[in-house]
């Protein structure tokens, strides 16, 4: 299974945020959307991620409030992966960088986010397709002559 394989599950919904943006704007398209991230891009060019992450060090660190700063000051320098990325080795860097989210760029296009959950998700169903096809073929399988006649 790869990235891309991923992504046509998921669906095409994206958001993105400008590094100039006000912090607690794009905390709002979070919360108001429900998702744990946004896409940080500067003139068509992705140049960071915003995730809860960064947003709770923000508040920790003004003291209980996200502050006045723009996404910019809090934003993190993502790994970015390709839609042919297989979907074991996106497990192992997402698990190693301690990663939730991960943009996904075709040359200079931005695809997508995958999400640890939207990983989890799929391998979930692709083992469990796979059990089901399993039991069927053993439920199927042709009964066999005894051996020595």
Do not use: C
């Not at 945020?17 to 940080?40: C, F, H, R, Y």
């Not at 500067?42 to 960064?54: I, K, S």
């Amino acid at each position: 299974m790869k990235v891309a394989d991923i992504l046509r599950v998921k669906g095409n919904t994206l958001f993105t945020v400008n590094p100039g943006a006000e912090l607690w704007s794009a905390v709002q398209t979070m919360a108001e959307n429900d998702i744990g991230s946004v896409v940080v891009m500067d003139r068509g060019e992705v140049v960071g991620m915003l995730t809860f992450r960064e947003v709770i060090g923000k508040v920790h660190e003004n003291g209980g409030a996200v502050g006045d700063g723009t996404v910019s000051a809090a934003m993190a320098t993502p790994r970015i992966v390709g839609p042919d990325t297989d979907v074991m080795e996106l497990r192992r860097m997402m698990l190693e960088e301690h990663a939730r989210y991960l943009p996904v760029l075709d040359g200079r296009t931005l695809m997508g986010v995958v999400s640890f959950y939207d990983v989890a998700r799929a391998v979930l169903e692709e083992q469990s397709y796979e059990n089901r096809m399993l039991k069927a073929y053993i439920r199927d399988w042709p009964e066999q002559e005894p051996i020595g006649n």
